[in-house]
């Protein structure tokens, strides 16, 4: 079945950091991939995605790039604001869609003025 | 359109008592999925329409759990017979086929 690995937290920066939010994962055929944010006591938000191999989806300065060769689709962001703590969420679904997203367990994003 | 939009944000109930959540997707999401989400973990699957059937349900999803989509339009969650294990953050989300899903605020669940 499908599944999603992304790196534990929380991860904790000072602002105007660089960051790397890892996630790899597994699935049947090629899936779309999906970045999604969720802020202190609410909904959880599309952040980006790309759904096919070496697509590159981007989003209020966040990056990731679908890597087919390593099963990665890690997040990136050059210079991080103490408005960007949240928990990030790495999902997938595949074509076809049965299970819908399958969604990784989240990591804790913590930044520091 | 507003989002996708659940009722009631918060529910409190006593153990053994039954609970009906409801969601309204956004209209022209031909797509409707149920996820449980509980404290430092990401979404789960319970179960997802398409139109008005439901097509795929989880294996996490027990005989108390049951959700419909009548019409293809609104749906509903409802757990029979509450446990404590049930309290979670429900959430309801939309979209189309084979592609990302729009989520709504979610329904808290507290079993007492």
């Known amino acids: 079945g499908n599944s999603v690995t992304q790196m534990e937290g929380p991860v904790t920066l000072s602002e105007e950091a660089f960051l790397t939010i890892n996630c790899t994962y597994t699935?049947?055929?090629?899936?779309?991939l999906f970045w999604y944010v969720q802020y202190p006591g609410e909904g959880l938000q599309l952040l980006l995605k790309?759904?096919?191999?070496?697509d590159k989806g981007s989003n209020k300065g966040f990056e990731a790039t679908y890597r087919k060769e390593t099963t990665s689709f890690h997040l990136e962001k050059g210079s991080v604001q103490v408005s960007d703590s949240a928990v990030y969420f790495c999902?997938?679904?595949?074509?076809?869609?049965?299970?819908?997203?399958?969604f990784g367990k989240g990591t804790h994003l913590i930044i520091q003025p | 359109d507003t989002g996708v939009s659940q009722n009631p944000r918060h529910k409190i109930t006593k153990r053994g008592q039954n609970v009906t959540f409801r969601c309204d997707p956004i209209?022209?999401?031909?797509?409707l999925y149920w996820y449980r989400q509980t404290l430092g973990q990401g979404p789960e699957f319970l179960t997802y329409?398409?139109?008005?059937?439901?097509?795929?349900k989880s294996r996490l999803l027990s005989d108390r759990f049951s959700a419909e989509r009548p019409k293809g339009s609104f749906s509903t969650l409802e757990i029979q017979r509450t446990e404590q294990g049930d309290s979670a953050m429900y959430l309801c989300?939309?979209?189309?086929?084979?592609?990302?899903?729009?989520f709504g605020q979610g329904t808290r669940l507290t079993v007492v």
């Open positions: 989300a939309s979209g189309q086929a084979n592609t990302e899903a729009f």
């Open positions: 699935a049947t055929g090629y899936p779309s």
């Open positions: 790309a759904t096919k191999a070496d």
């Open positions: 999902a997938l679904i595949s074509r076809g869609g049965a299970d819908g997203l399958t």
């Open positions: 209209s022209e999401h031909n797509r």
């Open positions: 329409f398409q139109n008005e059937a439901q097509l795929e």
